[in-house]
């Protein structure tokens, strides 16, 4: 089976599955960090190299303040209690997205999960979290221009290259795999520049109810796609397209 090099999971349906049970939405966001611990685990144990997780959209702080302290709350819960699982897992822990409006104590454990993990050589897992492409994107053409006015650069060594290494998710390799749960079939200002030759996988299952075997099921479905960004297939491929 040929796994992905970069998985990227929109976790969506929190709040709907809690509704479902007639339970508030927080609840839906606790089984959800479950879900997303056992995901993270299963990516690890089976080599993915590299899992981006949308934990938080630059857009999900409008929501209801109780709902916004509480997924931070959570947040900084889960950082406390796995960083040393992580270390054991061999993970590496890092965050793309703005954290200006992210509280100092979810910051500081943040950058403790972060730092205790530098040195993990396995799974690299980054948490997208007060994150927006369309931000992110506009940062790194400030980047460049300021590049530019300084004279450091000029126009013509403006290229993709230049973009991506500019963009917060450098050097982490481009998702070829992304996946959204719960129905919902849009991006979101997740991953925009990035996702260009992804494939994509949606599913009806709200994230709290996926599990390994969803997953088993996505990647499999991963495994049996062509890649061709855009060339033509080659013989072999026909060949087994008229088996
Ligand atoms: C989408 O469900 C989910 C989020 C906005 C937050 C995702 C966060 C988690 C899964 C928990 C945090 C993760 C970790 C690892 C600490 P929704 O609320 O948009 O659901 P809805 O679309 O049904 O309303």
Request: aromatic fraction near 10%; charge should be positive.
């Amino acid at each position: 089976m040929t796994l992905p090099k970069h998985i990227a999971i929109i976790m969506d349906g929190n709040g709907r599955w809690a509704q479902l049970k007639r339970r508030p939405r927080t609840f839906g966001h606790i089984k959800g960090t479950r879900v997303a611990k056992k995901i993270i685990t299963s990516c690890s144990r089976r080599g993915v190299q590299n899992l981006t997780l949308y934990a938080f959209s630059s857009e999900n702080w409008l929501r209801p303040l109780n709902e916004v302290s509480f997924l931070m709350r959570l947040l900084r819960r889960y950082l406390g209690r796995e960083t040393d699982n992580l270390i054991k897992e061999n993970i590496k822990f890092s965050v793309i997205g703005d954290l200006s409006q992210v509280p100092s104590d979810v910051c500081e454990a943040i950058k403790n999960a972060a730092e205790s993990t530098s040195r993990c050589t396995g799974l690299n897992l980054v948490f997208a979290l007060g994150y927006g492409s369309r931000q992110e994107i506009t940062a790194a053409v400030k980047k460049i221009a300021e590049q530019v006015a300084a004279g450091q650069i000029s126009c013509d060594d403006i290229n993709e290259n230049l973009v991506s290494k500019n963009l917060s998710t450098y050097p982490t390799p481009d998702p070829d795999f992304i996946i959204r749960t719960s129905g919902e079939q849009r991006l979101s200002n997740f991953l925009l520049w990035q996702a260009a030759y992804a494939e994509f996988y949606f599913t009806e299952v709200l994230w709290p109810n996926f599990t390994e075997s969803h997953l088993e099921e996505a990647l499999k479905s991963f495994s049996s796609r062509q890649r061709r960004y855009g060339k033509v297939s080659t013989d072999v491929n026909l060949e087994k397209l008229s088996n």
